[in-house]
């Protein structure tokens, strides 16, 4: 975990000196829990806070502005001096009790943002200016507060659908009129962790990728769904014992990554549902 500051450095052009340090470093004032960066805006979203503690940290998204004096391409980034500066932020979460922001995806085409906290809220932001669009609860059947937090989200990469995910289950919205679509159930004896979109490289088929972690000692379970029928395709165990925390897939669709409790990352082809790589 990063703490309380950011910081982008140029490899080449700028001079060590205390001065271009403090060029490329700004002050955020929380720990840094996540960062992402958008290419086509040149914008660098950062998430953290206290969590739920109460610690008198405020929880926040900040998004910063790289600034390239060289150039604005990403490719020459690297060959310029950079600069950061505060753009905007504002509040996402107003749980009474222990406030805080666990959630944030962006929409592929960069216009929308969508966050999530403990008040179980989905909300929806206009971006880059942050205005609100909508906000809605998800139903849920969990039968116990754990296991209807919300967990994940993702929006699909034609802008079409939006996911939000607890342990008990995965709810499918439209993204344009906000109409529900499906309802996804785990696997008997397992709760949903991760659940992330992709458009398989070799394939016109759109596919919803989750991770389901054994209530036990099992297997984690990696499932490819059809969406549209919003049916399982394919499912196979992970060769972990230990739950999965993170899943992730590549921007063409070829791989899907996760990441276990137990340090283990694996990367499974996406068309064949195989493992690429593994690594402890």
């Known amino acids: 975990m990063v703490r309380h500051w950011l910081g982008i450095m140029a490899e080449t052009s700028v001079a060590d000196t205390a001065e271009a340090r403090s060029a490329n470093k700004v002050e955020l ?3 840094v829990y996540a960062v992402e960066y958008a290419a086509n805006t040149g914008t660098i979203f950062v998430a953290g806070g206290g ?3 109460k610690s008198g940290v405020r929880n926040s ?4 502005q790289a600034v390239n004096f060289m150039s604005s391409s990403l490719s020459s980034i690297r060959e310029g001096e950079i600069g950061l500066s505060l753009a905007r932020s504002m509040k996402s979460d107003f749980s009474d009790i222990d406030s805080y922001q666990k ?3 962006f929409s592929r085409d960069g216009h929308e943002m969508l966050t999530s906290g403990n008040d179980d809220t989905v909300r929806l932001w206009e971006f880059p200016w942050l205005k609100p669009v909508t906000d809605f609860k998800v139903p849920t059947k969990a039968t116990s507060p754990k296991e209807s937090r919300i967990e994940d989200a993702d929006y699909d990469p034609n802008g079409e659908y939006i996911l939000v995910l607890t342990p008990a289950g995965i709810h499918i919205r439209n993204r344009k009129d906000g109409s529900f679509c499906a309802s996804l159930a785990p696997a008997p004896n397992h709760t949903f962790r991760c659940a992330r979109f992709l458009q398989a490289s070799r394939s016109k088929t759109g596919w919803l990728v989750t991770v389901e972690n054994h209530r036990e000692r099992g297997c984690p379970v990696l499932t490819k769904w059809r969406m549209g029928s919003w049916t399982r395709s394919q499912s196979v165990k992970l060769a972990t014992r230990l739950r999965v925390t993170a899943l992730s897939v590549s921007e063409n669709g070829r ?3 996760f990441g276990a409790a137990d340090g283990t990352v694996g990367v499974y082809d996406s068309n064949l549902f195989v493992p690429f790589v593994k690594h402890n």
């Open 29 to 31: 004032g929380f720990p």
């Open 51 to 53: 969590g739920p503690a």
């Open 61 to 64: 998204i900040v998004s910063l």
């Open 103 to 105: 959630v944030v995806r």
């Open 255 to 257: 791989f899907i990554a």
